[in-house]
């Protein structure tokens, strides 16, 4: 049977991933307090989980704007340090430090949210372009959010200072750290838009001038 967006297999994984954002939720308020909820990674763990079970592709989207780019680089030194057992840039190194099974198992989502994100857009396919829209917003709201419930020891999304390990002037790092999400945003954007497979409306033009010239 072919697997479909409609399957109750997508729907358990939609609970699941609402519900490991909500422990998330939890675990971030209890480590760095209220500002501890507005992690990128949370929020997108559970609004996808969200856009899967009411099959909305623009929310998904919006999420995967925000996470895509990052959650290569987190694979990527992640893999690196499991295989080689040496440091990339430092930024998975938490990971393998001795830490609570919570966090652990809310981390691992960097690995399987992604892939399951885009092969939901896949099976859902989007129908606006227009989910840039809410990743700027959510973005910024946040960046306001962060800097005025936290500091720079907590430095959730790294508005504080820069999460790589390398010094950037504080007095230009906003601009950076806002030029860095937005180019993120339209590179994501441009892809998903841009890929046949993820977008309904192209894959019916194709279909309507197909049939058109085979009469």
Same mark, same amino acid.
């Given at each position: #049977?072919?697997?479909?967006? !409609?399957?109750?297999?997508?729907?358990?994984? !939609?609970?699941?991933?609402?519900?490991?954002?909500?422990?998330?939720?939890?675990?971030?308020?209890?480590?760095?307090?209220?500002?501890?909820?507005?992690?990128?990674? &949370?929020?997108?763990?559970?609004?996808?989980?969200?856009?899967?079970?009411?099959?909305?592709? &623009?929310?998904?989207?919006?999420?995967?704007?925000?996470?895509?780019?990052?959650?290569?680089?987190?694979?990527?030194?992640?893999? &690196?340090?499991?295989?080689?057992?040496?440091?990339?840039?430092?930024?998975?190194?938490?990971?393998?430090? =001795?830490?609570?099974?919570?966090?652990?198992?809310?981390? #691992?989502?960097?690995?399987?949210?992604? =892939?399951?994100?885009?092969?939901? /857009?896949?099976? /859902?396919?989007?129908?606006?372009?227009?989910?840039?829209?809410?990743?700027?917003?959510?973005?910024?709201?946040?960046?306001?959010?962060?800097?005025?419930?936290?500091?720079?020891?907590?430095?959730?999304?790294?508005?504080?200072?820069?999460?790589?390990?390398?010094?950037?002037?504080?007095?230009? &790092?906003?601009?950076?750290?806002?030029?860095?999400?937005?180019? #993120? /945003?339209?590179?994501?954007?441009?892809?998903?838009?841009?890929?046949?497979?993820?977008?309904?409306?192209?894959?019916?033009?194709?279909?309507?001038?197909?049939?058109?010239?085979?009469?």
């Amino acid at each position: #049977m072919r697997f479909k967006i !409609g399957n109750t297999a997508w729907t358990l994984i !939609g609970f699941f991933l609402v519900f490991l954002g909500i422990l998330a939720f939890y675990n971030g308020f209890n480590s760095v307090g209220l500002s501890g909820i507005l992690w990128f990674s &949370y929020t997108a763990l559970f609004l996808i989980g969200i856009g899967i079970l009411t099959r909305n592709s &623009y929310l998904i989207a919006s999420q995967l704007n925000i996470i895509l780019i990052p959650y290569i680089f987190w694979n990527i030194d992640f893999f &690196y340090v499991l295989l080689t057992g040496n440091t990339l840039w430092g930024v998975t190194n938490y990971f393998f430090q =001795p830490r609570p099974f919570l966090a652990q198992l809310i981390s #691992m989502q960097h690995v399987f949210i992604v =892939p399951l994100a885009l092969l939901a /857009i896949y099976f /859902i396919k989007l129908k606006r372009k227009d989910f840039w829209k809410l990743s700027i917003i959510q973005v910024a709201v946040f960046f306001f959010l962060v800097r005025f419930l936290s500091n720079v020891e907590g430095n959730v999304n790294c508005v504080f200072e820069n999460c790589l390990g390398f010094y950037i002037n504080p007095m230009i &790092y906003p601009i950076l750290w806002f030029l860095a999400y937005f180019v #993120m /945003i339209a590179l994501t954007t441009f892809l998903m838009t841009n890929v046949k497979v993820f977008n309904k409306t192209k894959i019916n033009q194709k279909l309507i001038r197909d049939k058109c010239l085979s009469n």
